[in-house]
């Protein structure tokens, strides 16, 4: 007789823990894709390894012999077994189709179906939402004027627009410091005034000669030049951060160094470039020693364990 129960109940895989592994590696995966991208691949590769796992139960579940239902004892053996070499075969050969239950079929089915929608709901959106962050990303290069208007050994507030297109809103100040020449080439040293620890704008611990204000006019618009004695370094006056002349962190909240630019000279102007993060300086001036990372975001550690903690940053 027909069992009433059908595939369903012969051929349903044991429990197992490989889909909590597999929801696991998951869920590290979509954390990781905001958090950092060795997050992200410990969690793709938790995902492939449970989902595998997974995926291989089921499919041995289906081609596995049937399995008594909950609480059904094995079935005893009626009579003495009969010689493999004697009397008729047992049962038919299996048709291909018996090999490959139903339910695991639609099972797997339904889950590769999922998968397929999933995606494309989901990448298109992430895509046009995360991308443009990353791609066509570039500084500007902005042209300071003349190295000959930054005495040697003197700071001087530069204050000028970083894309004069975008109007006020760029307008930028930088702290420069003419170093005089290093190995043929003048050396600048170029802080930028973002405080490290949640961005406020840094301010010279020493006077500002605004009465020696000069403007100079360049291809990025009109730049302010302004000398300025630091002689206590740069503080912040949001929370008491503090710096060095070098831009190192003394006191305060700020966990790293300030942000510096990089620069070039172009005929015989100082053009500065994109910023990056610094976690310390040693020495100074044309010798210093500059710990340099990507660009970061204010208050984030670039050099320690806590670095990992902190998201994944489009270029900016
Ligand atoms: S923002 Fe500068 S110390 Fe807090």
Same mark, same amino acid.
């Given at each position: 007789?027909?069992?009433?129960?059908?595939?369903?109940?012969?051929?349903? +895989?044991?429990?197992? /823990?490989?889909?909590?592994?597999?929801?696991?590696? @998951?869920?590290? $995966?979509?954390?990781? $894709? @905001?958090?950092?991208?060795?997050?992200?691949?410990?969690?793709?590769?938790?995902?492939? =390894?449970?989902?595998?796992?997974?995926?291989?139960?089921? =499919?041995?579940?289906?081609?596995?012999?049937?399995? +008594?239902? +909950?609480?059904?004892?094995?079935?005893?053996?009626?009579?003495?077994?009969?010689?493999?070499?004697?009397?008729?075969?047992?049962?038919?050969?299996?048709?291909?189709?018996?090999?490959?239950?139903?339910?695991?079929?639609?099972?797997?089915?339904?889950?590769?179906?999922?998968?397929?929608?999933?995606? @494309?709901?989901?990448?298109?959106?992430?895509?046009?939402?995360? /991308?443009?962050?990353? /791609?066509?990303?570039?500084?500007?290069?902005?042209?300071?004027?003349?190295?000959?208007?930054?005495?040697?050994?003197?700071?001087?507030?530069?204050?000028?627009?970083?894309?004069?297109?975008?109007?006020?809103?760029?307008?930028?100040?930088?702290?420069?410091?003419?170093?005089?020449?290093?190995?043929?080439?003048?050396?600048?040293?170029?802080?930028?005034?973002?405080?490290?620890?949640?961005?406020?704008?840094?301010? &010279?611990?020493?006077?500002?000669?605004?009465?020696?204000?000069?403007?100079?006019?360049?291809?990025?618009?009109?730049?302010?030049? @302004?000398?300025?004695?630091?002689?206590?370094?740069?503080?912040?006056?949001?929370?008491?951060?503090?710096?060095?002349?070098?831009?190192?962190?003394?006191?305060? &909240?700020?966990?790293?160094?300030?942000?510096?630019?990089?620069?070039?000279?172009?005929?015989?102007?100082?053009?500065? $470039?994109?910023?990056?993060?610094?976690?310390? =300086?040693?020495?100074?001036?044309?010798?210093?020693?500059?710990?340099?990372?990507?660009?970061?975001?204010?208050?984030?550690?670039?050099?320690?364990?806590?670095?990992?903690?902190y998201p994944v940053q489009p270029p900016h």
């Open positions: 007789m027909e069992d009433p129960r059908g595939d369903e109940q012969r051929h349903q +895989p044991p429990p197992s /823990l490989w889909p909590v592994g597999f929801a696991v590696g @998951i869920v590290c $995966l979509l954390v990781g $894709l @905001i958090v950092s991208w060795p997050a992200a691949a410990v969690g793709a590769a938790i995902a492939v =390894v449970f989902g595998f796992l997974w995926a291989r139960d089921v =499919v041995a579940a289906g081609r596995g012999p049937a399995l +008594p239902g +909950p609480g059904e004892p094995e079935a005893a053996p009626t009579a003495p077994a009969i010689p493999a070499h004697k009397g008729e075969a047992a049962m038919p050969e299996p048709e291909p189709a018996e090999r490959f239950p139903r339910s695991v079929f639609l099972e797997m089915s339904t889950l590769g179906l999922g998968g397929i929608i999933g995606g @494309i709901v989901t990448v298109p959106a992430i895509g046009f939402a995360v /991308l443009p962050a990353f /791609l066509k990303q570039h500084s500007p290069e902005i042209d300071l004027g003349p190295i000959t208007d930054f005495p040697e050994g003197q700071y001087v507030v530069a204050t000028f627009l970083r894309n004069p297109s975008e109007g006020e809103i760029s307008r930028r100040t930088a702290y420069i410091r003419n170093n005089g020449m290093r190995s043929g080439t003048p050396s600048f040293t170029c802080i930028s005034n973002r405080c490290a620890h949640l961005g406020c704008p840094v301010q &010279p611990g020493g006077p500002v000669f605004d009465s020696k204000k000069q403007t100079v006019k360049t291809k990025n618009g009109e730049v302010d030049l @302004i000398p300025a004695l630091p002689a206590a370094g740069f503080i912040c006056p949001c929370h008491g951060g503090a710096y060095d002349q070098e831009g190192n962190r003394t006191a305060g &909240p700020p966990v790293r160094a300030l942000d510096r630019y990089q620069f070039l000279i172009r005929d015989g102007h100082l053009v500065l $470039l994109g910023t990056y993060s610094v976690s310390s =300086v040693s020495g100074s001036g044309a010798q210093a020693k500059i710990h340099r990372y990507q660009l970061t975001g204010p208050g984030q550690h670039i050099d320690a364990p806590e670095s990992w903690l």
